[in-house]
């Protein structure tokens, strides 16, 4: 945890129309409170067939200085349903769920939620946020 520090999250995000790929970029940062808390609104992801969206976040210091980076973060929720699901809605998601080239944040109220998860549905890379809400 950085006390005093920001944290920046950037989505890239593509999907196809009829003029072509579209490139989506969004930025939102958040700043950690005098114990290192934060929290920030991030989309889930939940897009169409063509559609593929990641998040990098990064965590700075009181100093401007970059501590953590994690990139092609994928969010999801702990549900096991929606994990499958979200992983096979497009290609790159497809390609990700088959390479784990991505991270996957999953959130989930108690850490024993994400344990319970089937085996298949867990990967080495999981990033496991505990929201204890």
């Not at 990641?54 to 953590?68: G, L, Q, T």
């Not at 999801?76 to 699901?85: E, K, M, V, Y």
Request: charged share 20%; proline share 2%; aromatic share 6%.
């Amino acid at each position: 945890l950085v006390s005093g520090g920001k944290i920046v999250a950037t989505l890239v995000g593509s999907d196809i129309f009829d003029d072509g790929v579209q490139i989506i970029t969004q930025k939102v940062e958040a700043t950690t409170g005098a114990d290192g808390r934060w929290s920030m609104p991030l989309i889930v992801n939940g897009e169409g067939e063509g559609a593929s969206t990641s998040w990098s976040v990064e965590i700075f210091n009181e100093f401007a200085v970059s501590v953590y980076k994690v990139e092609n973060l994928f969010i999801a929720t702990a549900d096991p349903i929606t994990l499958g699901d979200l992983e096979k809605i497009s290609a790159a998601n497809r390609i990700a769920a088959k390479e784990a080239v991505q991270s996957r944040l999953i959130v989930v109220t108690t850490y024993a939620e994400y344990i319970a998860l089937p085996a298949n549905q867990k990967r080495d890379n999981d990033v496991v946020l505990v929201s204890g809400v």
